[in-house]
């Protein structure tokens, strides 16, 4: 289990252009690096196209794969977008959570956007920090 993700505020700021630009629909996509700190933020079309899911297209996902593979970096993270909520996973988010790594998700209520980061296991999912790799 990762208990920490590091993300400086470039990437942070990659993932929420991502997110803007997809809206009204989910925006996806996987984050790479190493010891726990963010330094790829690949987006991912998202196949179901839709406001209230997400599908990586399994083409680009594989293509990203072997891009992080051919770097020599890890797969630390996926992040998608909830254009209006919630903070948190979702049911579907849980059900759906397929690998071992850090579940970024990337909410909108109102105007403000925000980044949360978690970890799903059987069945549940637990906040785990995003810390300003800056620093
Ligand atoms: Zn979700």
């Known amino acids: 289990m990762i208990r920490r993700l590091s993300i400086g505020k470039e990437h942070r700021n990659a993932v929420l252009r991502h997110a803007e630009s997809q809206l009204p629909l989910e925006a996806c996509g996987l984050l790479a690096g190493r010891d726990g700190r963010v330094e790829k933020v690949i987006p991912v079309r998202n196949q179901a196209q839709s406001p209230v899911r997400f599908v990586m297209d399994p083409y680009e996902q594989l293509a990203a794969f072997d891009w992080i593979d051919s770097l020599g970096l890890d797969l630390l993270g996926i992040f998608h977008s909830h254009p209006a909520g919630p903070e948190t996973a979702s049911v579907t988010d849980i059900a759906e959570a397929a690998y071992e790594v850090v579940h970024v998700i990337c909410s909108r209520v ?10 799903i296991e059987n069945g549940q999912a637990t906040e785990i920090p995003l810390l300003s790799a800056d620093s």
């Open 110 to 119: 109102g105007m403000q956007w925000t980044l949360r980061g978690f970890w």
